[in-house]
């Protein structure tokens, strides 16, 4: 249920657990072993969620709407009909565009003053 | 995978950790990922921190969902706010006045004195019809050389010492005690040392030991005092010792002074002063009772005629002093108890009505997914907070409270009680709050998380219906409420009754005008009978003096406030033994005495200057004079006092006076006989000045009259005549008070709650109320029904309380004077007032009933 006030102010910035999520969710409905695995692999491993800290950011962005629970499986051969599957909502991509954005403008920041060189 | 079964099932244990309704969705879900990660065969380490993430993870989810929770409770309040005001406010009532009464409870009776080892302290009392407590000096020897269970026993007093010296002569409160008094406390000094044996000895040189205050106070905290010499009565004293700070024994006392015993005066006969006592370890009370008892037969063997009939209790040394208020206590305990449980019924309707009225909002946060665990906690988060606002209102009033009750006790508290609060009344203040949240919550919660999903939407919002379980459940707990009222006003009406009956008492003796002082003479400057009683004609005639003044007399004490009661034979009636002589109270009088405060005489003639020690004279009151010579004349006819067997002098009866209840305004039993002052020598006088229209600034005024005659005569405790009346009845009045706050405070309880469940009620038929209307119900006939549905309730409490109050005032029959428990005036006239009173409650509900616009009500279907 997204809330009332969906002010995009009051959800930044986002934990990054919940960006990589986000992000992880960008293209593709996944299961949550599924969206750990993608964080791990754009992250080159350097990020691997637990479980635990995997289920709780999920449990506190169902509630805050920027998610969704899938009740149909999505056909990709690699299904398992138990696990559940979650997707991103219009509000949580809106979100996660915004905190896109506020990373942009901090590196651009940086890079304006010069304490970050104009190409990594 | 069987490999990985135990793993698996480890990880599944962990997962208890988490709150059921994340446990119950994600579980299965967090064992899958668990068992994929597995199957990439991690390093150990990897593996160690998949479980350790449980741990951390899993309270922080607990903590966001009570969080949540919270933030819920916030918002719902927030949007009911004088809801939730009236519940915090009545909530703070009920902790608060409990909480209140705990602390009294906690320092008088619970609270540890501040002795090493209390609990081997005990008072040792001789008791007979004639002594109350206090023991004769030989046979605190025998106690002490024959038990086997204590480790010392020390006799000790109490008065006021006069302090004289370069600075005014000042009387304070004073203790005295043999060498073993503060061994037996456990108390060590803080300067200097405490007395020794030979100091106790008679005729030893005169030492003092001084409380830390009065040191600091009058001795500017002098570190040389020890050794050096102060004015105390007519003595110099040598200052031994200086007692640690807040130290005071027995009661106030700020100095203490050796007891010195006279073999020769100092009898069995003579019972002046009292025993404590401490235990030797692993000895018990009982124990010692029964060696102390033991040790008294062997001693009335040996002195048969000089001890007679008396035994010997041993009690813990907290319970002496706090058997009488105990029950009371208890019963203050027992009255704020049902103000809790009133504030707790209103507390549990309102959430009642709230739940009600939140129907639909519950099932729909049900259908969304809530479990009902989650519903039911979601309310008593609400009650929880409610608690704490009101437990945290409560404790400010408590804090505010105790000074105000404070102010209603005229007497000096012992040292001992201290009413801070302590660790105890802070458990105490946590768990009621506990249990009055658990208590007002489990109701509403239950029940708000039985909604049927499917009914409660069909019904279009406008939540359960009103009648079945919950309607009966609201109305019981107003018929409790009013019950419990009933019983609280009863029990307040009785103690305002005894009170006022004990209040507009005749006491015999006029109390208007009449201002009483106590002073002490040096002795050594007023050492014989004729200097004293000179002292006392000069003093009479200075005050006389003063402006308004119409008369003064005085007195060995002041009505009420003083007793001195010895056993009374009849010359010609047959000798009774001394366990059956009547005892009588003694009053030394100067002449003028009965003029000033108005004591008729009766037959015979007042005292005259001349009357002391030949011939003896006295005078008796009307009730010894009518009840042995009820035909004649009483004048003329002989009496002695003193036990029986003495053969002390004969006394004249030279008048008879009207009764005056010079003990006390209860006691109805004890007559009185006067003596003129000259016949004994009294070191305390007391004068009674009686003025046209009372003096301005008494205290000073006299005192200034006083130093004219002598700047060495001390003066205490200067009060109207009116004050003592009313000190003397402090207790009546204190427990009238209390009583009567926390009937009233249950009265506007219950008729909030009444109001509440009417109002309520009213709103929910509405609908009912317009088709009424449109039928042709009169405004008359819509009120009588509203009226009728709150009556029944009443009614039903009326009846349950009544019965109550029957029963439980019994408890407070001691308290109770010229008035019985059960009393059916004070009974009908509480009953009256709850009705009427419950009535005006209903009466504004119902009248809104009334308004209710035909059309309106039933569109909104």
């Not at chain 1, 992250?43 to 629970?69: F, K, N, V």
């Not at chain 2, 009636?573 to 004591?599: C, E, M, R, S, W």
């Not at chain 2, 009567?740 to 109002?759: I, P, Q, R, T, W």
Request: glycine share 8%; hydrophobic share 45%; net charge positive.
């Amino acid at each position: 249920m997204p809330p009332k006030d969906d002010s995009l102010d009051a959800f930044l910035p986002l934990h990054k657990d919940t960006f990589h999520i986000l992000v992880a969710l960008a293209d593709h409905d996944r299961h949550g072993y599924s969206i750990m695995q993608d964080i791990a692999a754009r992250t080159d491993g350097q990020i691997r969620l637990r479980p635990s800290s995997l289920y709780s950011a999920i449990h506190r962005m169902l509630e805050d709407g920027l998610i969704q629970e899938l009740d149909e499986r999505p056909c990709d051969g690699n299904d398992d009909d138990r696990r559940r599957y979650y997707r991103i909502t219009p509000f949580g991509r809106k979100i996660a565009v915004a905190e896109a954005r506020r990373l942009e403008r901090l590196l651009a920041d940086a890079r304006a003053t010069g304490l970050v060189p104009k190409r990594l | 995978m069987r490999d990985r079964a135990p793993a698996l099932r480890v990880y599944r244990g962990l997962l208890w950790l988490y709150p059921a309704e994340f446990r119950d969705h994600f579980a299965g879900e967090m064992c899958r990922a668990l068992a994929d990660c597995l199957r990439q065969r991690p390093h150990p380490v990897e593996v160690l921190g998949l479980y350790l993430g449980v741990l951390i993870d899993a309270p922080k989810e607990r903590y966001h969902m009570i969080h949540q929770d919270v933030v819920y409770a916030l918002r719902t309040m927030r949007r009911e706010k004088l809801n939730s005001l009236v519940a915090m406010l009545v909530l703070a009532l009920g902790i608060g006045s409990t909480a209140t009464v705990f602390t009294l409870v906690n320092s008088i009776l619970l609270k540890p004195l501040p002795y090493p080892d209390q609990n081997r302290i005990v008072y040792v009392e001789e008791v007979s019809r004639e002594i109350n407590g206090a023991v004769a000096y030989p046979n605190y020897r025998d106690f002490q050389d024959r038990n086997r269970t204590l480790e010392d026993i020390a006799m000790f007093g109490s008065g006021l010492a006069t302090l004289r010296g370069d600075i005014e002569a000042e009387r304070v409160p004073s203790g005295s005690g043999t060498e073993a008094l503060f061994r037996v406390l456990g108390i060590q000094p803080l300067l200097g040392r405490t007395f020794t044996i030979e100091e106790c000895r008679l005729n030893a040189p005169s030492t003092v030991l001084l409380s830390e205050n009065l040191w600091r106070r009058r001795y500017g905290g002098d570190p040389g005092i020890i050794g050096k010499t102060i004015g105390v009565g007519s003595d110099q004293a040598r200052v031994v010792g200086v007692m640690p700070s807040g130290f005071h024994f027995p009661d106030v006392a700020e100095l203490w002074m050796p007891l010195q015993f006279d073999p020769k005066h100092n009898t069995r006969m003579d019972h002046g002063l009292e025993a404590i006592a401490r235990l030797r370890r692993g000895a018990s009370v009982e124990q010692a009772q029964d060696d102390l008892r033991g040790i008294m037969r062997q001693i009335i063997q040996e002195h048969p005629t000089e001890n007679y009939g008396q035994t010997v209790n041993v009690s813990p040394y907290r319970e002496r002093d706090t058997q009488k208020v105990k029950p009371v206590l208890y019963t203050l305990m027992g009255a704020v108890g049902f103000v809790l449980l009133i504030a707790c019924a209103n507390i549990t309707n309102l959430l009642l009505v709230k739940a009600s009225a939140r129907t639909r909002e519950i099932a729909v946060r049900g259908a969304l997914g809530a479990s009902r665990a989650r519903l039911v906690r979601q309310f008593m988060v609400e009650s929880v907070l409610l608690g704490l606002a009101g437990a945290a209102g409560g404790i400010v009033l408590a804090w505010a409270a105790i000074p105000a009750l404070l102010a209603l006790v005229p007497e000096h508290l012992p040292m001992w009680i201290q009413f801070t609060p302590d660790a105890r009344v802070l458990a105490f203040v946590t768990a009621i709050t506990a249990g009055t949240a658990i208590l007002a919550g489990a109701v509403p919660a239950w029940s708000a998380s039985r909604f049927n999903l499917v009914e409660t939407l069909k019904e279009g919002g406008r939540g359960s219906t009103p009648g079945g379980a919950n309607a009966w459940f609201r109305n019981g707990l107003v018929v409790a409420e009013v019950a419990m009222s009933v019983l609280l006003l009863a029990g307040a009406g009785l103690m305002v009754e005894t009170f006022w009956k004990l209040n507009s008492m005749q006491a015999g003796f006029r109390t208007e005008n009449i201002t009483t002082l106590q002073t002490a003479a040096p002795s050594d400057r007023y050492p014989n009978g004729r200097a004293a009683i000179e002292l006392v004609r000069r003093i009479r005639k200075e005050l006389a003096a003063l402006p308004g003044v119409i008369s003064v007399a005085g007195a060995s004490g002041v009505p009420l406030l003083g007793r001195w009661g010895r056993s009374f034979t009849v010359e010609g009636a047959p000798l009774l033994g001394v366990k059956d002589a009547p005892i009588i109270n003694h009053t030394l009088v100067t002449p003028g005495y009965f003029q000033t405060l108005g004591i008729p005489i009766l037959q015979g003639r007042d005292f005259n200057q001349s009357d002391g020690k030949n011939p003896l004279v006295t005078i008796v009151d009307e009730g010894i004079a009518k009840h042995y010579w009820p035909h004649e004349s009483a004048v003329g006819k002989r009496v002695r006092y003193g036990p029986p067997e003495d053969n002390e002098p004969w006394h004249t009866i030279v008048g008879v006076v009207g009764n005056a209840r010079n003990q006390s305004l209860r006691d109805l039993r004890h007559n009185s006989v006067y003596l003129p002052l000259g016949e004994y020598e009294w070191a305390s006088i007391a004068y009674l000045v009686r003025s046209a229209g009372g003096l301005a600034d008494p205290a000073k005024s006299l005192r200034a009259r006083l130093a004219l005659v002598d700047r060495n005569v001390a003066v205490s405790r200067v009060l109207s005549m009116k004050d003592v009346v009313t000190q003397s009845i402090w207790r009546e009045r204190f427990f009238a008070t209390i009583f009567g706050f926390f009937a009233v405070l249950a009265l506007l309880l219950a008729l909030v709650g009444l109001y509440g469940v009417m109002a309520y009620a009213v709103s929910r038929r509405t609908h009912e109320m317009g088709i009424r209307m449109a039928l042709g119900a009169t405004s008359g006939e819509i009120r009588g029904m509203v009226l009728a549905q709150s009556g029944r309730l009443v009614l039903a409490g009326l009846a349950t309380g009544t019965v109550a109050a029957v029963f439980l005032t019994r408890l407070l029959e001691t308290q109770l004077f010229e008035v019985s428990p059960g009393d059916p005036k004070t009974l009908v006239t509480v009953a009256a007032l709850l009705a009427a009173a419950a009535m005006a409650a209903s009466y504004i509900p119902a009248r809104k009933a009334t308004r209710v616009d035909p059309m309106t009500a039933l569109r909104e279907e």
